[in-house]
């Protein structure tokens, strides 16, 4: 865990002018009195810091998460310093990941207990993009859970090889439950997209909530109550091992504390909020 993200002190960021919600919050996190947890998770590309970080901080803020598997971190001068400072002004910490992962990185509040973290790096494909994955095995309560965040290639034969070694990743974790998150750079229609929706829980098909749209290509991400109008496209996505219970899960468009504006000047990708239920006891090891 990278303690140099720990702030002691919570940042001051530009208030917004209150908005109504238009959408019901999911459950808050907690711990159960078996040890079973409910637990928010956050997926966002961040499109390596260039937008509106103050905005960007205010979203992710406003979501209240556990865990955020984030995509196109800061890789290059003073990434970890970049990567150090989001996570404080979020009120998070650090977990694994960067440019040490090519891209993906994850964040977590103090509630989650740190078993283990691994940044892994994909063979090079001469001519494309390094790619990698961010990984950890953490307990909140009593349930231990697998974390992997990930940005799939572009290249449609690439992208299929990552999406089965993604599997085979969190399978190998050793915890009873998975949770894999990330841009997916394709529509569910597609063989990556399936083939990860088949071996795992596609948490938006299993309880949509809040918006689908996470992109519009040629332009930004926010804008419209379902997340990109017609023209968007669901390329973000959360999904989990058989056995975690999936309690909501889409874009918070229209979340108290939300606002379009932040989420059009904080990337070109929209985050996608999940929450779901980690059951004290599971019956195998996650990998689907």
Known sequence: MDLTSRSRSRSRLPARPAQPAALPDLPASRTEADGSAVIRVLTYNIRSLRDDEDALARV???????LVFVQEAPRFFRWRKHAARLAA????????????????????????????????????????????????????????????????????R???????ELLVRLGAAGAPYGIAAGDVNETPEGPAFRR????????????????????????RGGGGADGGGGAGRRIDAVFATRGVEVLGCGVPVGLDGVAE???TAASDHLPVLAVVRLPVSAPRAAGG
């Open 60 to 66: 992710i803020r406003a979501c209240a998460p556990d």
């Open 261 to 263: 504006a932040d989420l």
């Open 158 to 164: 690439e992208r299929q090889a990552h999406a089965e």
């Open 89 to 156: 002004t979020c009120d998070l910490v650090v977990l694994s990941g960067g440019a040490t992962a090519a891209g993906p990185l994850l964040l977590c509040s103090l509630r989650a207990f740190v078993e283990r973290t691994e940044d892994v790096l994909l063979p090079l494909t001469p001519g494309l993009h390094r790619r990698g994955f961010a990984t950890a095995v953490v307990r909140f309560g009593g349930a231990r859970v697998a974390v992997l965040s990930a940005h799939l290639p572009l290249d449609a």
């Open 196 to 219: 990860l929706a088949g071996a795992l829980q596609d948490c938006r098909a299993v309880a949509p909530w809040g918006g689908e749209h996470t992109f519009v290509p040629g332009g």
